[in-house]
C-alpha cells in the first residue's frame, strides 16, 4: 500500500485542521492506519490509530496519545482509501511533521508499521 499524507498549514493556536492520508493499493479497509508526529530534535511519536474494519462501517479500535485525546479525532472512510484526523484546539507544542503509518496490526510504536507516507508539516502560531 502507499499513503500520501496531506492537509498541514500554518494556523494559531486554538484552530483546527483536517490531516487526509489517502492510500493507494488493495485491501485498504484490512490495514491498521496511524498518525505519528515527529517535531525538530526530537524522536518520532505516536498519535492516533484506527483499526481495520473489513467490510462495512465498523471501524474497530482506536486509541490516542494522551496529548492529544480529547482534541483530534481519526476516523477513515474505506470508500475513499483516506484516513482523517482532525485536530481541533490546537497548540504550538502540537508543531510537528505528521506522517501516517499503514500496517496489518494496530501499534503504536512506530517500529511496528511497515509502511509509511510523506509528512506534512503543521505548525501551530502562538
Known amino acids: 500500500v502507499q499513503l500520501q499524507a496531506y492537509g498541514g498549514g500554518l494556523v494559531q493556536a486554538g484552530g483546527s485542521l483536517r490531516l487526509s492520508c489517502a492510500a493507494s493499493?488493495?485491501?485498504?479497509?484490512?490495514?491498521?492506519i496511524a498518525w505519528f508526529r515527529q517535531a525538530p530534535g526530537k524522536v518520532r511519536e505516536f498519535v492516533a490509530a484506527?483499526?481495520?474494519?473489513?467490510?462495512?462501517?465498523?471501524?474497530?479500535?482506536?486509541f490516542y496519545s494522551d496529548s492529544v485525546k480529547g482534541r483530534f479525532t481519526i476516523s477513515r472512510d474505506n470508500a475513499k482509501n483516506t484516513v482523517y484526523l482532525q485536530m481541533n484546539s490546537l497548540k504550538p507544542a502540537d508543531t510537528a511533521v505528521y506522517y501516517c503509518?499503514?500496517?496489518?496490526?494496530?501499534?503504536?510504536?512506530?517500529?511496528?508499521?511497515?509502511?509509511w507516507g510523506q509528512g506534512t508539516q503543521v505548525t501551530v502560531s502562538s
Open positions: 484506527i483499526g481495520w474494519s473489513g467490510s462495512g462501517t465498523f471501524y474497530g479500535n482506536i
Open positions: 493499493g488493495r485491501d485498504f479497509s484490512n490495514y491498521a
Open positions: 503509518a499503514a500496517d496489518y496490526g494496530l501499534h503504536s510504536s512506530s517500529v511496528d508499521y511497515a509502511y
